[in-house]
């Protein structure tokens, strides 16, 4: 994999969130300095920062490797893990915005029960919950990282 296929959805990302922030910026009232420059700018690093870490979750699921600094690597079952949490965060997530339009409409026609109500609030507490179990676990995985494939000289 060369540099360029790693670092493409960096570039991907933030395409697309300084399209999505140019578009949000045309609601946003005020100042111009923050609706056309600052408000892009940051859709745009939140963006790229979403895309980038879906790569690197994927690499953790299907090729069970994670990079880690100083020439190591985890691998295994801990790294399928790890990549399943910070998949299925977003994905859970991503569900639940699309399921906001069904809110909405529930809580202004009054129609929403609490059932529906703690269904809801406890997926976004589980997606909530999936990026630092995520990262517990990386961080508790270190210590254990072996060497990458390297030469020895």
């Given at each position: 994999m060369t540099k360029w296929q790693y670092w493409s959805p960096l570039l991907?990302?933030?395409?697309?969130?300084?399209?999505y922030g140019?578009?949000?910026?045309?609601?946003?009232?005020?100042?111009?300095?923050?609706?056309?420059?600052?408000?892009?700018?940051?859709?745009?690093l939140v963006g790229a920062i979403q895309l980038q870490l879906a790569m690197f979750a994927a690499q953790a699921l299907f090729a069970a490797v994670l990079p880690v600094p100083f020439g190591k690597s985890i691998r295994g079952t801990?790294?399928?893990?790890?990549?399943?949490?910070?998949l299925f965060?977003?994905?859970?997530?991503?569900?639940?915005?699309?399921?906001?339009?069904f809110v909405y409409l529930g809580g202004q026609r009054h129609t929403l029960?609490?059932?529906?109500?703690?269904?809801?609030?406890?997926?976004a507490?589980?997606?909530?919950?999936?990026?630092?179990?995520?990262?517990?676990?990386?961080?508790?995985?270190?210590?254990?990282?072996?060497?990458?494939f390297q030469i020895e000289d």
């Open positions: 991907v990302g933030g395409v697309i969130g300084e399209i140019l578009q949000a910026s045309m609601n946003i009232g005020g100042s111009p300095l923050i609706s056309m420059g600052v408000l892009p700018l940051a859709s745009a801990k790294c399928r893990v790890i990549g399943f949490l910070m965060g977003p994905l859970i997530a991503v569900f639940f915005m699309l399921s906001g339009a029960t609490l059932s529906w109500q703690i269904w809801f609030i406890g997926w507490a589980v997606a909530a919950l999936c990026y630092p179990a995520a990262l517990a676990m990386y961080l508790y995985s270190l210590p254990t990282a072996k060497p990458d």
